[in-house]
C-alpha cells in the first residue's frame, strides 16, 4: 500500500515499553531529570516492571510511522491515543473509511463511539462474550506487522539505547529514531525495494 498519511487502513500497535537510563530505586529517581516525566509501568509481555515512558505509534500498513507518542506508562492507553487523535485532528479530518487497528487495551464502548464520531472505525480482537468482528481473523497478521516495527525500533535503531537523560533528550532521540524508520521505508518504496520495512541496506 502506497505511503500516505492515514489512509485506507492504519494499524496502532500496542504501547512499548521505553526505558530510561535511571537505576529503579525510589531515591535516585526522584534525583533524576526525567522525574515527573518518566514512571514505573508494568510490561505484560515481559513479565517485568521498567522505569521510563511508554511510546505510541499509529502506523499505515506499510510501517510508516504517522502518529507517535511518550507518555507516562500509568496512563490510560485510550487515554493516550484520544489525545494523539486530538492533537493531530488535521491529519485525519477529511478522510473517509479510516480503519484503526489495535489490541484489546483499547476496547471501550465510550471510546470506539467517540472515534465512530470522528470517522474512525476501530478493529480489534474480541473480549470474551463478544461476537467476532468483521475482519478479525487477519488481526494475527497485523499484530505480526506490529511486532517487526518494534523490533525494528528497538533492534536496528536502538531505542532503548539513546542514552538521553533529559526530558528534552529523551524527545529528540526517539524522534530521531521514529524518523529515521519512515524514511527509510519510504525510500525503499519509491525505490520499489522487495520489502520495504526491511533497513537491513541500511546498516553499518
Known amino acids: 500500500m502506497p505511503a500516505t ?5 492504519t494499524p496502532c500497535g500496542s504501547p512499548t515499553p521505553h526505558r530510561c537510563p535511571a537505576p529503579c530505586p525510589r531515591p ?6 526525567l522525574a515527573g516525566f518518566a514512571n514505573y509501568g508494568y510490561c505484560a509481555s515481559h513479565s517485568r516492571f521498567f522505569w521510563g515512558l511508554r511510546l505510541y505509534l499509529v502506523c499505515t500498513p506499510a510501517g510508516i510511522p504517522m502518529l507517535w507518542a511518550l507518555a507516562d506508562p500509568k496512563l490510560g ?33 465510550a471510546f470506539e463511539r467517540s472515534l465512530s464520531e ?17 475482519g478479525e481473523p487477519m488481526l494475527k497478521k497485523v499484530h ?12 536496528q535503531l ?16 526517539v524522534a530521531q529514531r521514529v524518523l529515521a524508520l519512515a524514511a527509510a521505508i519510504w525510500h525503499n518504496f519509491r525505490t520499489c525495494q522487495p520489502v520495504t520495512r526491511s533497513l537491513t541496506a541500511y546498516d553499518h
Open 28 to 33: 535516585t529517581v526522584k534525583r533524576s531529570d
Open 118 to 134: 470522528q470517522g474512525i472505525t476501530l478493529l480489534r480482537p474480541s473480549r470474551k462474550k463478544e461476537v467476532m468482528q468483521a
Open 77 to 109: 492507553e485510550r487515554e493516550v491515543l484520544a489525545a494523539m487523535l486530538e492533537v493531530d485532528a488535521e491529519m485525519i479530518k477529511d478522510r473517509v473509511g479510516l480503519l484503526l487497528i489495535s489490541d484489546k487495551g483499547f476496547a471501550s464502548k
Open 144 to 155: 505480526q506487522l506490529i511486532e517487526s516495527v518494534n523490533d525494528t525500533l528497538k533492534g
Open 158 to 173: 536502538d531505542l532503548e539505547q539513546h542514552g538521553a537523560r533529559s526530558v528534552e533528550g529523551v524527545a529528540v532521540r
Open 5 to 9: 498519511p492515514i489512509s485506507g487502513t
